[in-house]
């Protein structure tokens, strides 16, 4: 598969196109690295090695235009209750075409299909989220996520990711996004500033 960044053929008759959303296989790797890394070099996405991606393979789901990669989304577990939604990306000339909200539906179908109670995101777009039905959380309600993934990141100290997270079952007003039940008195205080 051709790298997806940028693309030579446009997405831009591509609403007709029918759009293949299916899990990621190993040979789109170098199609992904090409997506994310483009995103990551504008700030708005953590980088990604080929070895990453090949390791976390499974977590993806790709959209496919035209035999090309057209977006992509990961679903990450964090224990038996809640995932991460991460590494979602479309490409730019393929934006506004419904692409990024099929992907987040096949994430989230995947979620429920293995039993998980929630899903959370970290994003610096909270309206998208939102209009797929999520909610502004508290970031230190998510320790799994920071002590995995935040501290490797340079934002640990100034991190100005918003938190969110779509509930898939409610139960008695735990927090249901990190594993077993959290009371939501109980945050977990983590050493990071920024809001939230
Ligand atoms: C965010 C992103 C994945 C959206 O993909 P997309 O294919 O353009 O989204 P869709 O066309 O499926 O849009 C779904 C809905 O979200 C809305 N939307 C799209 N981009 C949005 C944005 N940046 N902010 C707020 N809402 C947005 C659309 O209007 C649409 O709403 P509607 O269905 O109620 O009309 C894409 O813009 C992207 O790759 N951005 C750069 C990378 C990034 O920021 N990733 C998120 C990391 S958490």
């Known amino acids: 598969m051709p ?12 609403s007709a196109k029918p759009i293949n959303v299916r899990k990621a296989l190993l040979t789109d790797v170098t199609s992904l690295v090409g997506l994310i890394n483009d995103f990551a070099a ?3 996405m953590l980088p990604r090695t080929e070895f990453e991606l090949a390791e976390n393979i499974r977590d993806f789901t790709v959209a496919v235009i035209d035999g090309e990669l057209a977006g992509c989304g990961a679903l990450h577990f ?11 990306a479309v490409r730019p000339d393929c934006q506004h075409l419904g692409i990024g ?11 429920q299909a293995h039993g998980l109670r929630s899903v959370f995101a970290f994003t610096y777009i909270p309206n998208f989220f939102a209009r797929l039905g999520y909610r502004e959380v508290d970031r230190r309600l998510l320790p799994a ?5 935040c501290l490797r990141c340079p934002k640990l100290q100034c991190c ?3 938190a969110v997270q779509k509930v898939f079952q409610e139960n008695g007003g ?13 945050p977990v205080i983590l050493p990071i500033v920024g809001k939230k």
């Open 3 to 14: 790298d997806a960044s940028p693309p030579a053929a446009s997405c831009g008759t591509g």
């Open 42 to 44: 504008q700030g708005i």
């Open 78 to 88: 964090y224990g038996p209750h809640t995932g991460e939604i991460r590494s979602l």
């Open 101 to 111: 909200r099929s992907i987040m539906e096949a994430l989230e179908a995947e979620a």
């Open 145 to 149: 996520k920071v002590w995995k993934d």
């Open 160 to 162: 100005d990711e918003i």
């Open 174 to 186: 735990a927090i249901l996004i990190n594993g077993d039940e959290i009371p939501a008195t109980e």
